[in-house]
């Protein structure tokens, strides 16, 4: 059997299923749309759509009118739209949609899914207005959004249509106007609520000072870290829409390379991603655990529980011991718990501690045991301890020292003799500060 397939399926599932229903607005540059891969994204998101997820393209014009020789004047990265401007932007309109919905209709040729028939919609959903005078400079026929007609496209959505929208916008006086893609997208993404906002460009996605991608920021980093390490520009194009959308109330706003084939999917379907996910909080946190978590707390520690690396627990012990648990959370989904148990004022342990197969190496090891200890250090615990099986070096390397059951509280000493696992026990003390009093 092909390990890796079950491995990378089973690591999509609980993605799927949780997108199920929600709303992604793709953010495309034109380069995109006319690169050789774009048929192969476009397959990509027909499957989402077939997955039960409600798509919403929104495509730009500026690569394509750069490649026929229309750069324009740009203001504040606006672009100085004239009337012949205007004129081309049409008309690159055209050719964009035409070749983003040929690419659409071609998805499900030669799949067993042919008979499944993709619809996808346009319409008015966008009341512009002139931007006006910028700098001193007339902006002429570029304009700003006035209103997204959320509740037509939600209708189309409603449909299962894909919905497919330039970023052009209409007076009440029958003009049109020119928007930019960053500013388009995340203004539908906000009508519609959506729970992703996905910008496909030509960055990888915001990078570190040795070029390695960031997988998740919160936007508040994203945009300190931005102007301390300036990024490829369509980040810098792309940031200030992104923390529109997350004040509007998207859930998430991620930024991948448009061009790489299987992009978008790694990035909604592993927990490493791709791209740069950025969200108003940071995607991962430690927090107490709440009746919802059980059956989580049961997928991780019940394969452990069959190695022998933990002692069993039925779902009613856990239950009735919820209060002593916390789980590692990413992106809404749970990757590791740990709990604490107190046998005197100043003796506990840390028991439970499981960390996913998919989590493993990313460090919420670590997290959930210095959420243990901070947690045993208020309320006065000065012995943590820790009895494994199989896993004394990874205690040894983070500071427990072995120790012999004479140590354990007497309590706990009954229960090691009964249960006959023979597990290594260990103790953590806290470190005295060179400055404190012997
Ligand atoms: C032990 C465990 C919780 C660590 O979780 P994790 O999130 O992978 O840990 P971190 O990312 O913080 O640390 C990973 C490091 O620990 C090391 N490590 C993992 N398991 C180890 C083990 N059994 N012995 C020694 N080191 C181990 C990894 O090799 C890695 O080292 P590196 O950073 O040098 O590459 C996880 O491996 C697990 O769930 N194990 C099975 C359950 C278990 O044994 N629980 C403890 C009983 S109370």
């Given at each position: ?339 604490l148990k107190?046998f005197?004022?100043?003796a506990g342990e840390i028991y ?24 045993s250090?208020?309320?006065?615990i000065?012995q943590l301890f820790a009895l494994t ?6 205690f040894?390397?983070?500071?427990f020292?072995?120790c012999?059951?004479?140590t354990l509280p007497?309590?706990r000493?009954?229960?090691y ?6 597990s290594?026990i260990f103790i953590k003390k ?9």
């Amino acid at each position: 059997m092909d390990a890796n397939f079950i491995s990378a399926f089973r690591e999509a599932a609980p993605y799927i299923h949780y997108l199920n229903g929600k709303t992604l607005v793709l953010s495309i540059g034109s380069h995109i749309v006319r690169d050789n891969n774009f048929p192969r994204l476009a397959r990509d998101i027909a499957l989402l759509n077939s997955l039960g997820m409600k798509m919403v393209i929104v495509h730009g014009v500026r690569g394509f009118l750069e490649d026929n020789g229309l750069d324009g004047e740009y203001v504040r990265d606006y672009r100085v739209t004239t009337h012949a401007a205007m004129d081309e932007i049409k008309r690159a309109c055209g050719a964009l949609r035409l070749d983003i919905e040929a690419a659409l209709g071609r998805c499900f040729l030669n799949t067993p899914a042919n008979t499944a028939k993709l619809s996808i919609a346009g319409g008015n959903f966008i009341a512009a207005q002139p931007l006006g005078v910028l700098d001193g400079v007339d902006m002429q026929l570029t304009g700003q959004i006035r209103k997204i007609d959320g509740e037509q496209i939600k209708r189309c959505l409603a449909n299962n249509q894909i919905v497919l929208i330039s970023p052009v916008g209409h007076s009440l006086s029958g003009v049109s106007y020119n928007l930019t893609l960053p500013e388009t997208s995340s203004a539908v993404a906000t009508a519609l609520g959506a729970e992703k906002l996905i910008f496909l460009c030509r960055a990888n996605g915001i990078l570190d000072e040795d070029g390695s991608v960031i997988p998740d920021l919160s936007i508040k980093d994203a945009v300190e870290y931005c102007q301390k390490n300036p990024q490829h520009t369509d980040i810098m194009r792309t940031i200030q829409a992104a923390e529109n959308a997350l004040k509007g109330g998207v859930s998430r706003v991620q930024i991948i390379n448009g061009f790489a084939d299987g992009a978008l999917l790694k990035e909604l379907f592993t927990r490493t991603g791709f791209g740069t996910a950025l969200a108003n909080h940071s995607l991962t946190q430690i927090r107490p655990a709440q009746m919802r978590d059980i059956p989580d707390i049961m997928r991780l520690i019940d394969p452990l529980v069959q190695r022998g690396n933990l002692l069993p627990r039925t779902q009613n012990e856990i239950e009735n011991h919820i209060n002593e648990f916390a789980v590692a959370e990413h992106d809404r989904l749970v990757y590791g718990c740990a709990a604490l148990k107190t046998f005197t004022a100043t003796a506990g342990e840390i028991y439970c501690l499981a960390v996913s197969e998919h989590g493993r190496g990313l460090g919420y090891g670590d997290l959930l045991l210095e959420y243990i200890e901070n947690l045993s250090a208020k309320q006065g615990i000065t012995q943590l301890f820790a009895l494994t099986t199989r896993t004394a070096d990874w205690f040894i390397e983070r500071g427990f020292e072995p120790c012999d059951l004479t140590t354990l509280p007497e309590i706990r000493r009954q229960q090691y003799i009964d249960n006959k696992r023979n597990s290594k026990i260990f103790i953590k003390k806290p470190q005295k500060s060179p400055f404190q009093a012997a």
